[in-house]
């Protein structure tokens, strides 16, 4: 008995130790995968994840897109992927799973219809509208009107601004009750859903702040979420402008195809967004992604494609419950069910594996597809069906599952809750959501794809964003544009025209060069007409402006003229009847703008000159002339400038210095001097092998042998760097969308002739070859325009194209800087972004957009490169950049892409301009692990210079006033601040409706921690009652505090 208790006795120890050692292991184990642990210590120390730095440990950062992309691994063929394996915890942040509480709850379902309406991609957004849209929105106003559950959703406010003005009062109504209710929900408000890659962000602003100006003042709403289901990727920059606008939820579908499986197993796939430069999450945004990528059914339960597209239930009649078998297996898109509860059963496994790729039981369930429910069929038979298959569904007790028709925000409410109630939390990440793949392919082709396009639309941007200045100004400062105004409601007219053809082309097809050919025509013709009617209206906003100066004391500039004259001048009716044109001329659509050419004779030809950036300037201006004999130019003082000439045939380029005041206008005369010959400055010959221009900042040397430049000498600096510009043919083919997989090149040597002016303000080298113009200039002035090499790029692919030229034509840069493999690049002018070359990734996968900025710097030198257009950019070896300039597509697509498969061969003539600034660098240790870089504030103002252009205008009309040359402005804005938006707010009858003014505060080396500054001052009117423009509150007069890179939009009534 005794040695029977002795073994029982150790049985029993031996059963104790093995229950401790197991509930040690459980407990270590949930520990590790608890849902309730501080985010912030989370973060793991590998070594393969570049960017979880200490950095990024003081910001609260988890991860970035950056640390995403260096563990991908590369499988020939197949694509770039994440690890697969879901054992473990996560390297980006630790794997954790549901607790029993809340598996054993209910799934949540939120059935939401939706319908993509592209305002042009196969066809034009007019027969987009006409046979699809318009009667999209007609039967969601009826069908939600009848079934009282039934949601759904709209994103691009340019259809629904037109459809509103076509209906009556009660269909009007029943879209405000509608809204109002929370069914029809608006989804961000803007114009359209615009790319958000290659935009600038003042074109996204613009059109953000003209969408939802409509929504607010007609629907009474403010737009909380948004639904980017067809952009490809997402920007950190245009996060933080919809941040600023209240949008604290994001969803998103397009993300890189390899990262969507890892995703889904460590329940990455919502997430909140910081910005990389804020410190308290003031601007964070919950982002959701769907983790199957497919904008239609296809995607929308789970992984089984087959399964959710049976849920396109609007060609079906699913039979009553009380009669749930079919006679025979019901084919519903290709899968057969035999009842409603196995289609039911069949939906609901896919359901719960989708929804076990998010840390809640809460579901989003988007049913739609590109221009779907446009008859009355379909959201009858829809609606009908569903309702069926859901209350099914929800009467089962089995399935444990409750489905319900709702909202983006329904669904956030929800998921808010369930995260309260289980105490989740989420992982903290940053960065550009970008490139984005579907196939094996990375989708960085249309960074550069139709740079004719591209050029254009930058060009109607720069002439927009001017005459919006203008006007804000002139209606503020008033009583310059008024009621009583000549042609009033033309200029309004035609203003709000040219301003949403500009933002129509910040759509995702448009912007991008993606659309199908006729398409593409559809948008070039509304860009050179916008351009055209915006040169218009700045023309008689220019008259409105010059009678201001002539007759009020209060605009003029804070220095009297030479003579110290303030006197006003009798001839005020002949600034009225005058007429003023622009120098910028088109003459035909798929032409590029052209200089006019200025007919002089005697002393009545007066340049006018707007400078709209925030900042005196001194700017070259270049003006063709054709005259008999030689010409004076005479300066707002009347004082006569030194010009330079370049001579072709008949015509002269005139080129002198301005000096121009801060969003202000100067009066500049031409006249004739038949005392003086003009006379052009001798080209050395080819067999010249070197020749080095010399200004008063830079010297740059060139092999005239070779056709390049070699050595850029900064004087100020006191610094010589290699200069070298290749021109490269990147010779793999692919589509409009893709980047091929490999880089390999050619380099171009069909150099022929040269010719160089080295003249008084200018110095300037031209290379000539086969289908591309290179022109060097520096400018021989001190300050920033001083100290930066701007190149000139003519190229014609559509001649290259008759010669079998494919692929890409691409600048190459080469420096001594040793920058390894990591480059900066903007996004979306906003800020520079940190990227790395990635040797084991496929060649298209390091191809980032340009939209104006790139960097590569070491220790000892920067050199930041500028663009007044979007390009995509790669820096593949330290000390060079590569820039692309131009591409002929001819390849079509793999089967991944849409179907039209982006074969463009519309190639245009095309015009580019690159600007080379070389700095001392300003490298800190912080640069190698930060994801983002400071740019200097010289290449800050170089870069607002370059984006804000002069407008050039004439008139042959003879008028006098006694000051030429005055400013808008009220005070000086600091130099680290700009107007990033200012316009006026123009209602349905063209009448004013108040101003809106965004401020942006830049992220600039010499940043302290908070600048005041008081809007109101900028106006000469200080009392101004401020607004905020997204939320229905007023604020207060006073100073405002701004942090480094914030942006605060204001309503001015």
Known sequence: MKIRMDKFIVRLLVFFVLMFFVFLITFTKNTNRSTTFNPVDSILSNNNVKSNSKWNLEMGINWTWNSVLDILEHFPGRGDFLPSDSEGPSVLYPNRSKSEELINDKLSVFVLLH????????????????FRAKKVLSLAVQKLTKYKDLTFIWTDTCFLERWWNEQNSKTKNELKQLVKSGRFEIALGAWVSADECVTHYFAYLDQLIEGYYWIRQHLGVFPKISFNMDQFGSSASVNYIRSVAGIKISFLNHLHKGTKKYFRQHRLLEFYNRQLSDKTGEDDTFMHIEPFDDLSFKGSCGPAKM???????????????????????????????????????????????????????????????????????????????LKILMEYINSYKPFKVHMQFGTIEKYYEEVMRQTKRYKIQYALAAGDYFPYTRGPKYWSGYFTTRQFMKRLGRELQESVRAVDLLMSFLVYNGPGLNKQTTNYKIILSNLTYARRQLYIFQHHDAITGTAEEETVKDFKQRLSSAFIMSQEVMSE???????????????????????????????????????????????????????????????????IIFNSFTQTRRELITVSIKTKGSVLIKDPNNLSVDFDVEIFKDIMKVTFISELPPVGISVFNIVTNSDKTIKQEVTPKKEEKYFVCQTLEMNLTYSISEGIPLTLCSKKENTCSIFQIDLLHYTPISDAYTFPDSGKYTIIQDYSWHRIINGKTFCSVEFFFKFITLKYVLQNVHGVNGRRVQMEIHDNLSKATANNFEGQFVVRVKTNIENGDTYYTDSNGLQLMKRTFRKHLSFGANVYPMTSMAVIQDRFQRLTVHSIQPNGVVSRDSGSLDIMIDRVVTAYSDGTVREFAGNTKDNLPTFTKLYFQLEKSLFSVQDGQAETLQPSLESVITNDLIQHPVQTFFTQSNFACSQNSFSFLNCEIPSEMIIANLKCLIGDEFNLDGLTLTLLRRDVSINTSYLEFKPSTIFRNGSVTLHNMFKDSNIFHGNFSFKPLEMKTFLIK
């Not at 319908?115 to 006409?130: F, M």
């Not at 409105?544 to 209060?554: D, E, G, K, R, Y």
């Open 541 to 607: 906003l220019l008259k409105i402006a010059l009678q201001m100066s002539c007759t009020n004391t209060a605009l003029r500039h804070k220095h009297p003229n030479k003579d110290g004259n303030f006197n006003l001048v009798e001839k005020v009716r002949d600034v009225l009847n005058i007429s003023i044109f622009p120098t910028a001329v088109r003459d035909r659509v798929e032409e590029l703008t052209r200089q006019e050419v200025l007919n002089v004779s005697g002393d009545t030809t007066k340049l």
């Open 307 to 385: 399964v959710c597209v049976s849920l396109d239930l609007r060609t079906f009649k699913l039979p009553h419950p009380d009669e749930l078998s079919f006679k025979l297996p019901k084919l519903l898109n290709g899968m057969p069910y035999w009842n409603v509860h196995h289609f039911a059963k069949v939906l609901v496994s896919q359901m719960k594996i989708k929804s076990d790729g998010y840390l809640h039981n809460v579901l989003m369930l988007p049913l739609g597809n590109d221009i779907l429910y446009h008859t009355a069929g379909e959201w009858k038979n829809q609606y009908r069906n």
């Open 115 to 130: 319908s993509h309406n592209d305002p042009g991609y196969r066809h034009t957004l007019e027969d987009y509208y006409k």
